[in-house]
């Protein structure tokens, strides 16, 4: 069965700084989700990635599929308070079958 | 854009009651839905989907008798939980997807059921 594993888990960065999450999967992917979530709320989609070495960006947000299509990278450039939240990949395998989705990586800025 | 209306956002509902949790799909056809359940700090689990005009396909381990799935349209999918108990207790959220743009699948705003 597909498996998402997403690092770090948890991430705590000063305002103003870059950081980096992680999805690696088991498989190799159709597309690849990004979402961000606040606690208890919706998903708010940020960025789809179809091709292997594909690179997708907006506005701080930047994303990219490795060419084998089975990890994936989102980074934040000069982080902000608004950016906090849950982040979360999701893997789909086929184009019309449910998103599996990694455990999530709980990011935090402080000022 | 594609949408995905998911009501109610919050419900409180006494032990051995019955609540009913819809999905629409607002300016797109969905002939899929698909279902999910949220644990406080956990990732998405995926329950179930729905497929229109015929039964939901469940995960293993999801009771169908407890979680009925209706998606009587192309544009709406009900979840209902059936005698809730305190452990049904949790965050809910449906999916389908638009294959019309580059939102792939949309997510609704979630539904955070508390049984008392």
């Known amino acids: 069965s597909q498996e998402l594993e997403q690092s770090p888990q948890s991430l705590i960065v000063q305002e103003g700084k870059n950081l980096t999450i992680n999805c690696t999967s088991s498989?190799?992917?159709?597309?690849l989700y990004w979402y961000k979530q606040k606690y208890g709320e919706g998903l708010i989609f940020l960025m789809m990635?179809?091709?292997?070495?594909e690179e997708k960006s907006h506005e701080k947000i930047t994303a990219k599929l490795d060419e084998k299509k089975q990890q994936s990278s989102l980074h934040i450039t000069a982080s902000q308070p608004s950016h906090a939240g849950i982040y979360l990949c999701?893997?789909?395998?086929?184009?019309?079958?449910?998103?599996?989705f990694g455990k999530g990586t709980r990011l935090s800025v402080i000022a | 854009g594609a949408v995905v209306s998911q009501h109610p956002s919050r419900v409180i509902c006494k032990s051995g009651t019955s609540v009913k949790i819809e999905c629409r799909s607002l300016?797109?056809?969905?002939?899929?839905m698909f279902w999910y359940r949220q644990f406080p700090k956990k990732s998405l689990m995926l329950m179930a989907t729905?497929?229109?005009?015929?039964?939901?396909?469940?995960e293993q381990g999801v009771e169908k008798d407890k979680f009925l799935i209706n998606h009587a349209s192309l544009t709406l999918s009900t979840l209902t939980v059936t005698s809730a108990h305190p452990e049904d207790s949790s965050f809910y959220i449906c999916?389908?997807?638009?294959?019309?743009?580059?939102?792939?699948?949309?997510f609704g705003s979630g539904t955070r059921l508390t049984v008392v």
């Open positions: 999916s389908a997807n638009y294959a019309g743009g580059g939102y792939g699948y949309t």
């Open positions: 498989k190799t992917l159709y597309g």
């Open positions: 990635l179809q091709k292997g070495g």
């Open positions: 999701g893997a789909d395998n086929s184009g019309n079958t449910p998103l599996v």
């Open positions: 300016d797109f056809q969905a002939t899929t």
């Open positions: 729905s497929n229109e005009g015929s039964k939901a396909t469940y």
